[in-house]
């Protein structure tokens, strides 16, 4: 199966960016639609955001601030995170799916990493 791990999450101030990153072992991420999903305490799992081999996605809460990419040569996904606010805080997952769509619902999804912790201080 596809294991995928996230770093880059930690602590900064509002206004400030972070960058997340995927590191997939596998199948190349090339072969799937990639995303980022979030969980802050108390609330459910909501989409960040996605990209397939032709588009990317995004919510509504980020589109603006964030942007996903990807560099296939590394199998990695990345998550630009810029001007967060407090409301960002929360446990970033990084997610695959074997399809060719950009589900908005986790239950679609067929692999998960571990999460990396985004805090947003004011």
């Known amino acids: 199966q596809v294991q995928l791990v996230e770093s880059g999450g930690g602590l900064v101030q509002t206004g400030g960016s972070l960058r997340l990153s995927c590191s997939s072992a596998?199948?190349?991420?090339?072969?799937?639609?990639m995303g980022w999903f979030r969980q802050a305490p108390g609330k459910e799992r909501e989409f960040v955001a996605a990209t397939t081999w032709s588009s990317v996605y995004y919510a509504d809460s980020v589109q603006g601030r964030f942007t996903i990419s990807r560099d296939n040569a590394k199998n990695t996904v990345y998550l630009e995170m810029n001007r967060l606010k407090p409301e960002d805080t929360a446990v970033y997952y990084c997610a695959a799916v074997r399809a060719s769509y950009a589900y908005t619902t986790p239950s679609r999804w067929d692999y998960w990493g571990q999460g990396t912790q985004v805090t947003v201080s004011s």
């Open positions: 596998g199948r190349a991420a090339s072969s799937y639609t």
